[in-house]
């Protein structure tokens, strides 16, 4: 069985702050995908990355930036100099090798204040 | 650029009542999903479907039925509808190999 956790339920922060939100997961899986997703307020889910299980190579896309470490079986998401644009709701989220599975973490609600 | 498209963005229905949720992607993706997201608890898995006419319970199934008749349909059946069944409804479909999931806007359900 799967499992994704995302201990922070919410976070407020205080514009140009950075802020990461953790994520750790569970599965028995050789192969596995994980995913971040942003829910804004608006309510649709936009998709904002992908790693798989054999590459723990780090990403940054702009002010976002990804640390995969399969040793501690976390992949944590650090927005750098937030701003309040970024306040949403962010789910992590994991996917087996055959995709015939995806399970998402409970969600941390960020607030960027002004 | 519409890639999953749910059939309703909001319902209310009473209670015992039959209640469809439809969702059509148009990605010819084998691969679908229904969720229901609530407060705090995130998005939870009811039923998944592989292929036309197969199907999987999820994590919380019960009350729920799905249908897949067509590749690109994948509908989500409550057959009596209940209050504790009130909530967002999501579907999802990912692509081979572990690409991205697309979702729905999302069927905002309440159940009086």
């Known amino acids: 069985a799967q499992k994704v956790t995302q201990a922070q339920t919410e976070i407020s922060v205080v514009e140009k702050e950075d802020v990461t939100l953790d994520c750790v997961y569970e599965t028995r899986d050789t192969t596995y995908y994980l995913f971040w997703y942003k829910q804004p307020p608006s309510g649709e889910l936009v998709f904002l990355i992908r790693r798989n299980s054999f590459d723990e190579q780090n990403e940054i896309s702009g002010r976002y930036s990804w640390n995969f470490q399969k040793s501690t079986s976390s992949f944590n998401f650090t927005i750098t100099a937030s701003q309040v644009v970024d306040s949403a709701v962010y789910f992590c989220?994991?996917?087996?090798?055959?995709?015939?599975?995806?399970?998402f973490g409970s969600g941390t609600q960020l607030t960027v204040l002004p | 650029d519409v890639k999953v498209t749910q059939s309703s963005r909001y319902l209310v229905k009473r209670t015992g009542e039959k209640v469809f949720l439809e969702c059509v992607q148009d990605m010819d993706h084998e691969n679908m999903f229904w969720y229901r997201q609530d407060p705090g608890l995130g998005l939870r898995l009811i039923y998944f479907?592989?292929?036309?006419?197969?199907?999987e319970k999820g994590d919380i199934p019960e009350g729920y039925s799905v249908s897949r008749e067509k590749k690109e349909r994948f509908s989500l059946i409550l057959e009596s509808a209940s209050t504790n069944q009130t909530s967002m409804y999501l579907c999802?479909?990912?692509?081979?190999?572990?690409?991205?999931?697309?979702f729905g806007q999302g069927t905002r359900l309440t159940v009086v």
């Open positions: 479907s592989y292929d036309v006419k197969m199907k």
């Open positions: 989220a994991l996917a087996p090798g055959s995709a015939r599975q995806l399970t």
């Open positions: 999802a479909s990912p692509g081979q190999g572990g690409t991205e999931a697309f």
